[in-house]
């Protein structure tokens, strides 16, 4: 006992210590999302049922998956508004190419992933090689890319995809077996521990401040009870959906890449500013074509998982609000809009909140209009949030 107030006071003092220096971390998310749930569950009790739930982990997921893209464009302190068009203009490749060419799906799913590779190049091209601002060349994709999807599908107004297809299944198909969720969590909870016991131990290593082994623990304690909770409810109704698989697996392995590797590194620098990066050593265009590169490429991933949910492709795919929302929810989820701050695990967080936010006024029978009002205030604080933690950070010599 003694010994656990002993860690739970170290670790308040630390996390104290974080707050006032403007080091949040997720926390602010993942209080909004706790407080979010806990109201709407208190106004209506199928809020947190497993159907709802998991219906909310398949919703999160195509969005989602283009705002991780969104994370990497905001990690250089850039941003991509053609995301919308590139997901809907893949879409429509797919659907025209499966559907009315006859086309195998795997190959019209790589011709459409390809296509937003190519789209994201050429706007990489012109904001790092030509030096237009990443705001109108996106722009003008997202006009261009809109109009190439409108011509795409021509007179076919709608494309519906077959209900049994590789595509359709990717929002479709359910582990129904409940080891599939189980493992899930405790593979995830694993890797937690590996991590945090990874760094504590170079951090040691290299004579830096670490972690006590028992803060570690309880890190990994934390995951494993809302990994395990969380498989626990996806097992109550269908089981672990493919699309909330695939969706973690990518949301983990781009972290990866971002916190473990070299490039992953040359991202984050060059968020702190083009300069300072070039004197480093870092290929600067390279790095910067290759962002949009990875950006359109997640709004072709992102655009086949919204036709899927829906099994159809439309000349409305890829536009409203889906745009904002993928923007919206990386910089909800943590990631700055001045570069050099964020993870992939933003995307994750965020859409958990916008949806959330969505499911609970639908079940609740509030219109839309409400919705976009309380979404809007949630991104403005966000906004805000990220603007007081930077000052604050520059305040204590940490920006």
Do not use: K
């Not at 569950?41 to 982990?57: G, T």
């Amino acid at each position: 006992m003694n010994a656990l107030r002993r860690v739970l006071r170290s670790g308040g003092g630390a996390l104290a210590r974080r707050l006032s220096g403007g080091e949040l971390g997720a926390l602010p998310v993942v209080a909004g999302v706790v407080v979010i749930w806990t109201v709407f569950q208190i106004l209506n009790s199928n809020f947190l049922s497993p159907r709802n739930l998991s219906n909310l982990s398949v919703d999160i997921v195509g969005t989602g998956m283009i705002a991780v893209g969104v994370v990497f464009v905001l990690l250089i302190g850039e941003i991509d508004l053609s995301v919308g068009s590139v997901s809907g203009l893949a879409a429509a490749v797919f659907a025209v190419l499966n559907v009315e060419r006859g086309v195998p799906e795997w190959l019209a799913v790589l011709v459409a992933v390809a296509g937003g590779a190519l789209a994201g190049s050429v706007h990489g091209s012109f904001v790092a090689r030509a030096g237009a601002p990443a705001f109108v060349v996106t722009l003008a994709g997202l006009l261009g890319w809109n109009g190439l999807m409108l011509y795409v599908l021509g007179t076919r107004g709608t494309v519906n995809l077959d209900e049994g297809g590789l595509v359709a299944e990717l929002t479709g198909f359910y582990f129904h077996d409940v080891a599939a969720a189980y493992s899930l969590a405790a593979f995830g909870t694993l890797v937690c521990f590996l991590v945090h016991y990874g760094d504590r131990r170079r951090r040691r290593a290299a004579g830096l401040p670490h972690r006590r082994l028992t803060e570690v623990a309880v890190r990994t304690g934390a995951v494993a009870l809302v990994a395990f909770a969380a498989a626990h409810v996806l097992n109550r109704f269908q089981g672990l959906p493919l699309a909330l698989l695939a969706f973690l697996a990518v949301v983990g392995g781009l972290d990866l890449v971002l916190r473990r590797t070299r490039y992953g590194r040359s991202v984050y620098a060059l968020g702190g500013g083009i300069e300072p990066a070039r004197r480093a050593g870092i290929d600067v265009v390279r790095v910067r074509v290759s962002v949009f590169v990875l950006s359109g490429t997640m709004a072709a991933v992102g655009g086949l998982f919204l036709a899927s949910r829906i099994t159809s492709v439309s000349q409305t795919s890829g536009s409203g609000l889906l745009l904002m929302n993928a923007i919206a929810a990386a910089v909800i989820g943590g990631t700055s809009l001045f570069g050099g701050r964020g993870t992939t695990w933003s995307a994750l967080l965020g859409m958990l909140v916008i949806q959330s936010i969505a499911s609970g006024m639908s079940l609740l029978g509030i219109q839309a209009a409400v919705q976009f009002m309380v979404t809007g205030c949630v991104l403005l604080a966000a906004v805000v949030l990220d603007s007081v933690t930077r000052r604050t950070r520059r305040e204590h010599g940490r920006a």
